[in-house]
C-alpha cells in the first residue's frame, strides 16, 4: 500500500515483457497490485490494459481508462475503453468520461448506439448523461482539441448518418424535467437535424432486429411524444419475442 514502494515496484516490472506481468498481475488478490499494473501497461503503452477496465476494483478501473486514454494514449484498447459505458455504467466519473470520449473519437455505429442508451439512462450521473449527449451533438464537427484534458488531439467529424439513427429517441430528452439535459438534448437534435417523429419511433420500437435497448429508448420516447399511440402500442409489446421488451412493457403497464 506504500506510495513509495509501489512506485519502486512499478519501475522493477516496467523490465519484463507485458504478457509476464499480465499473467502475473491480473488475477493478483491483492488491488494494489493490480492498480500497480496498469500503471505499468501504461508506461509500457500496452493494450493489455484493457484487461482491467472489468477489475472488480473501481480504482483499478480508472487507472486502466487513464492508462488507455491520457497522453500518450494506447489507442488499439479505444474499443475496450469504449465500450465500458455500456459493460459498467456506474464506472467512476474520470473513467466514464473517457469512455465517453473514446466512442466519440471511435464514432462508429456502436459507438453512437452507447453514448445515445448511456445518455438516456437515469440512473447515471447528471454531468456525465450531457457529457454523452454532447458527444453526440459534436458528432459532425472538428475540434484539434481533447475533450477531457484539452490536449492537442484532432478530432474529425464523423458520418452524421450512424449518430442520427442511434440519437433519434435521445430527442425526446429535450422534454426532460432538467433543464441541463434537455438543453444538451436540444443541441443533438439541432446539429443532427433530428425531428422527433411518432411514426419513426413506432418502427424502430417494432423493429425485432432493433438493439433491445435502442427499442426500449424509443417507447419511452413516445409515451412522451405521442401518449395516444403509445398507449395503443403497449399491450402487443407484452408478447414480443424479446424478454427486455416484455418486461419492460409490464413495468409501464403496472
Not at 482491467?52 to 500518450?72: N, S
Not at 422527433?196 to 417494432?206: G, P, T
Not at 395516444?228 to 399491450?235: C, E, I, M, R
Given at each position: 500500500?506504500?506510495?513509495?514502494?509501489?512506485?519502486?515496484?512499478?519501475?522493477a516490472?516496467t523490465?519484463?515483457?507485458?504478457?509476464?506481468?499480465?499473467?502475473?498481475?491480473?488475477?493478483?488478490?491483492?488491488?494494489?497490485?493490480?492498480?500497480?499494473?496498469?500503471?505499468?501497461f501504461?508506461?509500457?503503452?500496452?493494450?493489455?490494459?484493457?484487461e482491467?477496465?472489468?477489475?472488480?476494483?473501481?480504482?483499478?478501473?480508472?487507472?486502466?481508462?487513464?492508462?488507455?486514454?491520457?497522453?500518450?494514449?494506447?489507442?488499439?484498447?479505444y474499443?475496450?475503453?469504449a465500450?465500458?459505458?455500456?459493460?459498467?455504467?456506474?464506472?467512476?466519473?474520470?473513467?466514464?468520461?473517457?469512455?465517453?470520449?473514446?466512442?466519440r473519437?471511435?464514432?462508429?455505429?456502436e459507438?453512437?448506439?452507447?453514448?445515445?442508451?448511456?445518455?438516456?439512462?437515469?440512473?447515471?450521473?447528471?454531468?456525465?448523461?450531457?457529457?454523452?449527449?454532447?458527444?453526440?451533438?459534436?458528432?459532425?464537427?472538428?475540434?484539434?482539441?481533447?475533450?477531457?484534458?484539452?490536449?492537442?488531439?484532432?478530432?474529425?467529424?464523423?458520418?452524421?448518418?450512424l449518430?442520427?439513427?442511434?440519437?433519434?429517441?435521445?430527442?425526446?430528452?429535450q422534454?426532460?424535467?432538467d433543464?441541463?439535459?434537455?438543453?444538451?438534448?436540444?443541441a443533438?437534435?439541432?446539429?443532427?437535424?433530428?425531428?422527433?417523429?411518432?411514426?419513426?419511433?413506432?418502427?424502430?420500437?417494432?423493429?425485432?432486429?432493433?438493439?433491445?435497448?435502442?427499442r426500449?429508448r424509443?417507447?419511452?420516447?413516445?409515451?412522451?411524444?405521442?401518449p395516444?399511440?403509445?398507449?395503443?402500442?403497449?399491450?402487443?409489446l407484452?408478447?414480443?419475442?424479446?424478454?427486455?421488451?416484455?418486461?419492460?412493457a409490464?413495468?409501464?403497464?403496472s
Open positions: 500500500q506504500d506510495t513509495y514502494l509501489r512506485h519502486a515496484g512499478v519501475l516490472l523490465a519484463s515483457p507485458a504478457e509476464r506481468i499480465a499473467a502475473k498481475t491480473l488475477t493478483h488478490k491483492s488491488p494494489a497490485v493490480r492498480l500497480a499494473a496498469a500503471v505499468v501504461r508506461r509500457l503503452n500496452s493494450p493489455l490494459a484493457a482491467l477496465l472489468a477489475d472488480p476494483d473501481p480504482k483499478v478501473v480508472a487507472e486502466a481508462a487513464h492508462a488507455i486514454y491520457d497522453d500518450p494514449p494506447i489507442t488499439a484498447a474499443p475496450e475503453l465500450d465500458l459505458i455500456r459493460t459498467n455504467p456506474k464506472a467512476t466519473f474520470p473513467a466514464a468520461r473517457r469512455s465517453i470520449a473514446a466512442n473519437y471511435l464514432a462508429n455505429a459507438s453512437a448506439t452507447r453514448l445515445a442508451n448511456y445518455a438516456a439512462n437515469e440512473a447515471v450521473e447528471t454531468p456525465l448523461r450531457i457529457a454523452a449527449l454532447e458527444a453526440l451533438a459534436s458528432w459532425t464537427q472538428a475540434s484539434e482539441l481533447n475533450p477531457v484534458d484539452g490536449r492537442y488531439d484532432p478530432l474529425k467529424p464523423a458520418d452524421a448518418a449518430a442520427k439513427a442511434a440519437a433519434l429517441p435521445v430527442a425526446a430528452l422534454q426532460n424535467p433543464k441541463s439535459i434537455a438543453t444538451a438534448a436540444a443533438v437534435s439541432k446539429n443532427l437535424g433530428i425531428v422527433v417523429s411518432a411514426a419513426d419511433l413506432e418502427k424502430e420500437i417494432l423493429d425485432p432486429k432493433a438493439d433491445p435497448a435502442s426500449i424509443s417507447l419511452d420516447a413516445l409515451q412522451t411524444v405521442k395516444d399511440v403509445f398507449a395503443k402500442l403497449l399491450p402487443a407484452l408478447k414480443d419475442k424479446s424478454p427486455e421488451i416484455r418486461a419492460h409490464s413495468r409501464l403497464l
